[in-house]
C-alpha cells in the first residue's frame, strides 16, 4: 500500500507500507510479515525527497541509477542468475533509515542516508551512505560511499554484525560506476571496493563487474 497527500502548504505527503506475502505458505514458514519491506514516511517538495521508516539505504539505492544494466539481473540477489550480489553489498534494505534525495538537477542527482542502528552501552553500529550521479538517455555515471561504524563481517562473507566501540571495527566501501545504453542495448562497467578493518587487521576487496 502506498499513497500521496498533497500538503495546502506545499509538497506531497508520501507514505508507503509494504508486506511480504508468500503464495503456497499458509503456515509462514518463509517468514511473511506485516510491514517487512519498504515502510516509510517522507516529504517530497521542490528540495527534494526526505523519508523516515524501513527502506534500502543509499548505497544500495542509488546504484541503479549508476549502472542499471548490473544492477539488474545480474545483481539481484533473489534471481536466478546468482544466490548473492556481487556488487554495492554494504547496501541493504534497513529499519530506522533517514533518506534524503535531492531533486533532478539537469540530470546531476544525489543521495544520502544515515542509518539509526544497534545503539548500546557497548557499540553504536550506525551507517553512513551518499553517493552522486549524472544520467540521461544514453549515458550514467556516478559513485557512492558506505561507512559502517563499529561493525565488522568476515572477508569470507557479507553476514554484518555490530562490534564494541573500543574494538574500533568499521567496514568501508567505495563504488564508481558508468552505463551506456544504444538501441536499446544496456552495457555496464562497475568497481567496488570494501575495507574490512576488525581493529586488529584491515582488508581490502576490489570487485570488478
Known sequence: MSGVDKLDFGGDLVWVLESRFRVGDPYGKEGTAFGSRDTYI?????????????MDN?????????APSVEGTMNDSSSYMGSSSMLRRLGDRQGSVIF????????????????????????????????????NDMFNIGAAYSLKDDQTSNYKTSNI?????????DIVGYLVGANV??????????????IR?????????????
Open 161 to 169: 554484525k555490530a562490534a564494541a566501540s573500543d574494538v574500533g571495527a
Open 58 to 66: 543509499a548505497y544500495k539505492n542509488i546504484y541503479k541509477n549508476i
Open 42 to 54: 517522507g516529504y517530497k517538495g521542490g528540495f527534494g525527497f526526505a523519508r523516515f521508516g524501513k
Open 100 to 135: 534524503y534525495e535531492t531533486p533532478n538537477l539537469s540530470g546531476f542527482g544525489a543521495q544520502a542516508s544515515y542509518t539509526i542502528g544497534d545503539q548500546t552501552d557497548k557499540h553504536n553500529a550506525v551507517d553512513y551512505n551518499i553517493g552522486a550521479f549524472y544520467k
Open 181 to 194: 545504453k544504444f538501441v536499446g542495448v544496456g552495457l555496464g562497467a562497475s568497481w567496488e571496493r570494501v
Open 197 to 209: 578493518d576488525d581493529g586488529k587487521v584491515s582488508r581490502d576487496q576490489d570487485t570488478y563487474a
